[in-house]
């Protein structure tokens, strides 16, 4: 990775910089079915525009050709080029095009692709060339492509994905819970947890996992500083979070391997039936109907603990497209309440644009515990946001689970563990 980021700073000094859109009229862009605002650009939409998705060949081929014919169809004058890069080795793909200089027009990047590029000035700030963007999309959705140090946001929000916490009704009523009244804060969590082990004897749990980042953020604790430079979790209060995991933990509320790499995860041991509690996606339930079906009827959804967390994809801009008018109408048309719902149907992902609140089809549940799990997981969009800093990658992310193991497995104090996390990541981070 880190030979592509040398390459990238020698292409960013050697790019062309296109300024970006003003609003003095122009071709429209707004949706197909007339909802929202529509985004005028400098210049004439027409001529060539490249796009690049990611690994939705071939499954949803048909469903992008049209999006495309129908963009095509409403511009004569454009021609787009579709590619679709394959779903392994894809941000090392996009770092090697973004070196080389052959960045596509618009490009199909979560916010931690985004995050490197946008550093080195490759991305067009779509807030100031499209300042319709915050009217048309969640905040949640548009607040995921702004960075510390960085002015204005640097992605459409495409599609979009929360977690849902999900409850095994048979074993809360064998163990003396309701499970209408699931728990909603974590401690209501532990207090049941300790009623669950002590009347299924330590067989079946209903904590099942350890915390993270996000469980800190979520407890009030700032885990990076204001300008993205460093980390700060390394807090009294997210010292207190672990201490209070550290002792579920030695009361048995949580399996042994937890905090080894034998543990198989909390979905898979609770399609297992040996843990009553699992995060998960809005559909997960459809899936499940499908993998264990004698459970599925079985899971009671409710929302998730605190903030829900955000997980975005989105579409960005090169700042370097010879072709801005047309690169900005087509990453609109993509990412337009109508396209979206019709991609939402297929798959099992939520729409970014405030139009598709009032579409029944994510608002209303058909009365199953599967639709009411759907529901629940697009009105948590509204206050869902991306707990863990894009800063963090691969090797902060091993550090930051190696430490809070450490802490609640009792290796260590809680301070010195989240002492040495921030210490650690903080170098790497300098790196």
């Known amino acids: 990775m880190r030979k592509y980021w040398t390459r990238l700073a020698v292409a960013a000094a050697v790019a ?20 929202g605002a529509s985004a005028a650009v400098t210049g004439e939409i027409k001529g060539k525009v490249s796009l ?22 409403k511009y004569p004058g454009v021609q787009v080029t579709w590619l679709d890069q394959p779903g392994d080795g894809y941000s090392d793909k996009v770092l090697s095009q973004a070196a080389g200089g052959s960045l596509p027009d ?5 916010p931690d692709f985004a995050l490197p590029l946008v550093k080195q000035g490759m991305l067009l700030d779509v807030a100031t060339a499209d300042p319709a963007l915050t009217q048309d999309y969640v905040s949640g959705g548009t607040d995921a492509y702004r960075f510390p140090g960085h002015s204005g946001a640097y992605g ?19 163990y003396g819970l309701d499970p209408g009244k699931p728990p909603a804060t974590l401690d209501e969590l532990i207090a049941q947890a300790k009623v669950f082990k002590e009347k299924s004897g330590g067989q079946v749990y209903l904590m099942s996992r350890k915390p993270g980042l996000g469980d800190l953020a979520n407890a009030g604790v700032k885990i990076m500083s204001e ?14 979070l672990l201490d209070r995991y550290r002792d579920a933990y030695r009361q048995g509320l949580l399996p042994k391997d937890v905090l080894t790499d034998k543990y198989a995860g909390n979905a898979k041991l609770f399609n297992a039936g040996t843990v009553a509690w699992t995060t998960a996606g809005g559909n997960y339930i459809t899936t499940l109907a499908t993998d264990n079906p004698t459970l599925a009827p079985k899971v009671v ?115 010195k563990a989240l002492d040495d996390a921030v210490a650690r990541c903080n170098q790497l981070l300098k790196n």
């Open 16 to 35: 062309t910089t296109v300024a970006g859109c003003g609003l003095a009229g122009g071709g429209d862009t707004s949706s197909q079915s007339g909802a």
């Open 52 to 73: 690049q998705t990611w690994a939705l060949k071939p499954k949803f081929t048909a469903y992008m050709q049209g999006v495309i014919d129908s963009f095509q169809r």
């Open 106 to 110: 618009v490009v199909n990047l979560p």
């Open 156 to 174: 459409y929000p495409w599609y979009l994905n929360t977690d849902v916490d999900y409850w095994n009704a048979d074993l809360l009523t064998k």
């Open 227 to 240: 300008d993205g430079r460093s980390f700060t979790f390394n807090t009294p209060q997210a010292a207190a």
């Open 301 to 415: 959804p409710s929302p998730a603990m605190g903030t829900p967390p955000l997980y975005v994809q989105g579409l960005s801009v090169a700042k370097s497209s010879k072709n801005l008018p047309a690169s900005l109408a087509l990453a609109r048309w993509v990412t337009n309440a109508e396209n979206q719902a019709a991609f939402a149907h297929l798959t099992s992902i939520f729409p970014s644009t405030k139009a598709s609140a009032n579409d029944p089809f994510f608002s209303k549940s058909d009365g199953t515990n599967a639709g009411s799990a759907k529901v629940i997981a697009f009105n948590s969009l509204a206050t869902a946001a991306i707990l863990q800093p894009v800063q963090v990658d691969g090797a902060m992310s091993d550090i930051v689970n190696q430490q809070i193991a450490l802490a609640i497995s009792g290796g260590a104090s809680s301070n």
